[in-house]
């Protein structure tokens, strides 16, 4: 007898395996975490590390929740937060018209591609106190070293993408007569996409250190202020709730990026992942 398929069977039944693996990575990553913190609770109070060498895990959440419900923690990361959105949205945008263009002409890829690895080369804590001088404490200085953070994967990921772009869809496009901006549009750009987001996904990260960076060499708010008064304060359960908080902040911001690409690489099967 043949297999009937029960085309009235819900689809959420399809989408519960997938959730329930979901969840059970989550949960294996929390057993993991939760196992960490008790063997470092454990080393700390067995071998008596001094809190200003190594701070326990009940001093890190204590000053996590101190810093938390004061009010401190969401004020600076607000500022840091800003310099990484503001940045990472010019530097992605940069690279991306950098990339596209780079790809179309070819004389540009020629001119600029050398002094874009030669800024890239260049270490940005080098770069932070030029961008101190030139544009002051204010948060466009930390602007500006997040967008050049953000900038080089962008391109180099826009570029291989258009590149590897199926000739045999170049091809049939420009058999309809089809236009450069419509090769462009409807062909390159699509298979182009998803080694975009992964430019995407490594520049939102780059750009949390880019921010830091710049907040170390001069700034007067900002999660990297605190950090540096906690350090020299030998406060170091502060500045480990302080990396925490970027941690947390990292996270957030490449599962959003992930959201995006499931939306608009809804048919590339790494979306899927």
Known sequence: MSTMIDDSAPPEAALRPLASSRFGRIGEALGYLAGLLLFWEAVVYLLDVPPYVFPAPRAVAT????GLSSGTFFYHLGVTLFEVLIGFVAGSLIGLLLGIGMVTVPFLNRVLYPYVIAIQTVPKVAIAPLMIVWFGFGVQSKIILVAMACMFPVLVNTIA?????????????????????????????????????AGLNTGVVLAIIGAIVGEFVG?????????????????LATVFALLVVLSATGVLLNGAMHLVERRVCFWSGRSSK
Do not use: E, H, K
């Open 161 to 197: 993408g258009l590149r590897s772009t199926d000739s045999d869809r170049l091809s049939l496009v420009r058999a309809m007569c089809g236009s450069r901006l419509q090769v462009l549009r409807y062909v390159q750009l699509p298979s182009a996409l998803p080694y975009i987001f």
């Open 63 to 66: 000053s996590l929740w101190q």
């Open 219 to 235: 700034a007067r708010v900002g999660i990297g202020v605190l950090i540096l008064q906690a350090n020299f304060a030998l406060d």
